[in-house]
């Protein structure tokens, strides 16, 4: 099963919004509204923010968005605060039952 | 609180073989599917195996088929991986890993990880 597709590096200033790309194929994003974001900081294990495309777990905060269109998923975070520099991966279930990550993207905070 | 723990993280040599276990707590096991995750140093995460929660449906990676063996102790509130035949490629953190609610594999609660290390 290869990797959904990530940027490797997004970057933004504090208060701005940035937008990470997810790019897979009908089998898998574009075939199913099963797509989920996890951040991860140095050292640490993944954290859940976004699941079933759109929604959010208890405790995150509402500046993480997630949207879909087509085989693209996105993750917005609006509001950048230094705190949010870290990894991101974003995750789809597939049309083989199983679920296939993506590469992850660097958040660098300027 | 919702907790789990991993052990069972080692050196081991090419061709070995090392069992992770992952204990449970906080909420009810049998209601779950598991996962074990891992992340190879520098690099991303990557699915390695899944278990449904009355452990008769399981999932491996390709890259495992064959090598690996997930299962579940509902009694116990424990679940394990049996790793075969190790690689240089295996080494990474695994993390266990509870699935959501949800039909999609989301995952909502993660262990802190576990390191296994193949090298001579």
């Known amino acids: 099963q290869s990797a959904l597709t990530q940027p490797a590096s997004v970057s933004g200033s504090p208060g701005q919004s940035i937008t990470i790309s997810c790019t897979g194929t009908?089998?898998?994003?574009?075939?199913?509204?099963?797509v989920s974001w996890y951040q991860q900081h140095p050292g640490k294990a993944p954290k859940l923010m976004i699941y079933?495309?759109?929604n959010r777990p208890s405790g995150v905060s509402d500046r993480f968005s997630g949207s879909k269109s087509g085989n693209t998923a996105s993750l917005t975070i609006s509001g950048l605060q230094a705190e949010d520099e870290a990894d991101y991966y974003c995750?789809?279930?597939?049309?083989?039952?199983?679920?296939?990550f993506g590469g992850g993207t660097k958040l660098t905070v300027l | 609180e919702v907790q789990l723990v991993e052990s069972g993280g080692d050196l081991v040599q090419p061709g070995g073989s090392l069992r992770l276990s992952c204990a449970a707590s906080?909420?009810?096991?049998?209601?779950?599917?598991m996962h074990w995750v891992r992340q190879a140093p520098g690099k991303g995460l990557e699915y390695v195996s899944a278990?449904?929660?009355?452990?008769?449906?399981?999932y491996y990676a390709n890259s495992v088929k064959g090598r690996f063996t997930i299962s579940r102790d509902n009694s116990k509130n424990t679940l394990s991986l049996q790793m075969g035949s190790l690689r240089p490629e295996d080494m990474a953190v695994y993390y266990c890993?509870?699935?959501?609610?949800?039909?999609?594999?989301?995952?909502?609660?993660w262990g802190k990880g576990t390191t296994v290390t193949v090298s001579s």
């Open positions: 890993a509870r699935d959501t609610a949800s039909p999609g594999w989301d995952i909502d609660v």
């Open positions: 906080g909420f009810t096991f049998s209601s779950y599917s």
């Open positions: 278990i449904n929660p009355n452990g008769d449906i399981t």
């Open positions: 009908s089998s898998d994003v574009g075939g199913y509204n099963y």
């Open positions: 079933d495309v759109t």
């Open positions: 995750s789809s279930y597939t049309s083989r039952s199983i679920g296939v």
